[in-house]
């Protein structure tokens, strides 16, 4: 079944960086377009940067797009021989504050992993 499994997540501080990485399974990888999406409490899910499908035999690249509030500071990547999906963060501020989650749909059908924290604070 599809699995996708998030880590990276942590405390720092503003101006820092993080890589959350979020490993899949289950599914062909390379096939599907990949998205981050984050949540901070009392708040909706928002969508944070997506990835498209490669396929074939490219083991990185696919078109990227990000939320206005990340572009230039997060950098969505995958490598498809590894089966997982990156996202690169940088100039973190207290309002990237929030669970980040790995999302992708596969036949009308939404997949979400468990979420990884991250928390930027001095």
């Known amino acids: 079944q599809v699995q996708l499994v998030e880590s990276g997540g942590g405390l720092v501080q503003p101006g820092g960086s993080l890589r959350l990485s979020c490993a899949a399974s289950g599914f062909t990888f390379s096939n599907y377009a990949m998205s981050w999406y984050r949540q901070a409490p009392g708040t909706e899910r928002e969508w944070v940067a997506g990835?498209?499908?490669?396929?074939?035999?490219?083991?990185?690249?696919?078109?990227?797009n990000y939320a206005d509030s990340v572009k230039g500071r997060f950098t969505i990547s995958r490598d498809n021989a590894k089966n997982t999906v990156y996202l690169q963060m940088n100039s973190l501020k207290p309002d990237d504050t929030a669970m980040y989650y790995c999302y992708t749909t596969r036949n009308g059908r939404d997949y979400w992993g468990q979420g990884t924290q991250v928390t930027v604070s001095s």
């Open positions: 990835i498209s499908y490669t396929g074939g035999s490219t083991n990185l690249g696919g078109s990227t």
